[in-house]
Nanobody
Framework: QVRLVESGGGLVQAGGSLRLSCAASGRTFYDMGWFRQAPGKEREFVAAISWSGETTHYADFVKGRFTISRDNAKNTVYLQMNSLKPEDTAVYYC?????????????????WGQGTQVTVSA
């Protein structure tokens, strides 16, 4: 079993940056993913990283702006978000993948954290 805790969200102006962290406790050798959910919308895939950190996948709408990384010595996965847009406003969640690093459907993930709010003002 693994417990995930997200942090690093906040209010930022459009064009700004934030770095989200996902701290894991327990067994941590998982492929990991970040998802987001805006009010009234379904949870959507943002990025994923293999347990080794060698393979990453991104949603098209964040390519070139967001970077996922991990530090296994600290049991932490990061999401560096640059050039933020108002449409990036959402609660961001991390989770462990049950279907490999290429999985992009939320039902393929488990051990969800509580989420961290990201708000981007115009």
């Amino acid at each position: 079993q693994v417990r995930l805790v997200e942090s690093g969200g906040g209010l930022v102006q459009a064009g700004g940056s934030l770095r989200l962290s996902c701290a894991a406790s327990g067994r941590t050798f998982y492929d990991m993913g970040w998802f987001r959910q805006a009010p009234g919308k379904e949870r959507e895939f943002v990025a994923a990283i293999s347990w080794s950190g060698e393979t990453t996948h991104y949603a098209d709408f964040v390519k070139g702006r967001f970077t996922i990384s991990r530090d296994n010595a600290k049991n932490t996965v990061y999401l560096q978000m640059n050039s933020l847009k108002p449409e990036d406003t959402a609660v961001y969640y991390c989770a462990t993948s049950t279907a490999g690093v290429a999985a992009k459907l939320s039902w393929s993930y488990r051990n969800w954290g509580q989420g961290t709010q990201v708000t981007v003002s115009a």
